[in-house]
């Protein structure tokens, strides 16, 4: 059974930085792409960063240059550094695998952002 489990969330003042992890296990980790997205209250999730399989990543034009998607294959561990955080950062942060037409997500991580 695939779980994922993310952790790193918390409340965190304008300017500041967190380092999400999303913790895998049940897969060949290696062999997935993986994806964080964010919620806010009342907007659609959104794709924030990707990192496949092959190595290549991708961001969304929102975060870019302020986060960083890197993953762990030997400890099966996604991670999102977040740095200079703004108050529209704030949104629940969910870790997701696809591939081999699969697709598992965590229960997500709460990010909020505030003075």
């Known amino acids: 059974q695939v779980q994922l489990v993310e952790s790193g969330g918390g409340l965190v003042q304008p300017g500041g930085s967190l380092r999400l992890s999303c913790a895998a296990s049940?897969?060949?980790?290696?062999?997935?792409?993986m994806r964080w997205y964010r919620q806010a209250p009342g907007k659609q999730r959104e794709l924030v960063a990707t990192f496949t399989s092959s190595g290549t990543t991708n961001y969304a034009l929102s975060v870019k240059g302020r986060f960083a998607i890197s993953r762990d294959n030997l400890k099966k561990t996604l991670y999102l550094q977040m740095n200079s955080l703004k108050p529209e950062d704030t949104a629940l942060y969910y870790c997701?695998?696809?591939?081999?037409?699969?697709?598992?997500w965590g229960q997500g991580t709460q990010v909020t952002v505030s003075s």
């Open positions: 049940g897969i060949i980790f290696s062999a997935y792409g």
């Open positions: 997701n695998v696809y591939g081999f037409g699969k697709d598992y």
